[in-house]
């Protein structure tokens, strides 16, 4: 841990002060030309001491695998027969994984599918994936 001098705590507390206040002539700025209430709103504030709130869990958390594991996964379990991005969409839900929009979804697994092709890990033919990259994750 750092031992600050007196005078560099005094710096530092005064280039706080300025730091503020510069953010408080911003706030009055927007919020005169947005036409709101003069006063600053006060920030909301956790008044609750951390001693209150429960200790975090002693279970491990569960293991979340991400894009390009689940497409390594869903196309691994296809096999030869290969899978498209929206099959792999579908692999993905029955996972648990959630997308904001199937459109998201899809984008996202194709990313990971082209990025894995061009690692040598997948090869692309008529529209479907297939894994070529053995046993690795």
Same mark, same amino acid.
């Given at each position: 841990? +750092? ?11 005064? *280039? ?15 919020? %005169? !030309?947005?036409?709101?209430? +003069? ?5 909301? !504030?956790? #008044?609750?001491?951390?001693?209150? /709130?429960?200790?975090?869990?002693? *279970? ?21 027969? =290969? +899978? ?6 579908? /692999? /993905? ?5 959630? /997308?904001?929009?199937? #459109?998201?979804? %899809?984008?996202?697994?194709? #990313?990971?599918? %082209? ?7 997948? !090869? !692309?033919?008529? =529209? ?10």
């Amino acid at each position: 841990m +750092a031992i600050y001098s007196p005078e560099e705590i005094a710096k530092m507390k005064d *280039e706080l002060r300025k730091d503020l206040e510069a953010l408080e002539r911003v706030e009055r700025l927007l919020a %005169s !030309r947005n036409g709101a209430h +003069a006063e600053p709103v006060p920030a909301p !504030r956790n #008044t609750r001491p951390l001693s209150e /709130f429960p200790p975090p869990s002693e *279970e491990p958390a569960s293991v979340v695998l991400g894009v390009k594991s689940l497409c390594i996964a869903g196309l691994k379990r296809v096999g030869t027969v =290969g +899978a498209a991005p929206k099959d792999l969409l579908s /692999f /993905f839900k029955a996972q648990g994984y959630v /997308f904001s929009s199937d #459109t998201n979804g %899809s984008a996202s697994i194709t #990313t990971a599918l %082209s990025r894995l092709v061009i690692s040598g890990k997948v !090869r !692309r033919a008529d =529209g479907r994936y297939h894994w070529i990259g053995g046993d690795e994750e």
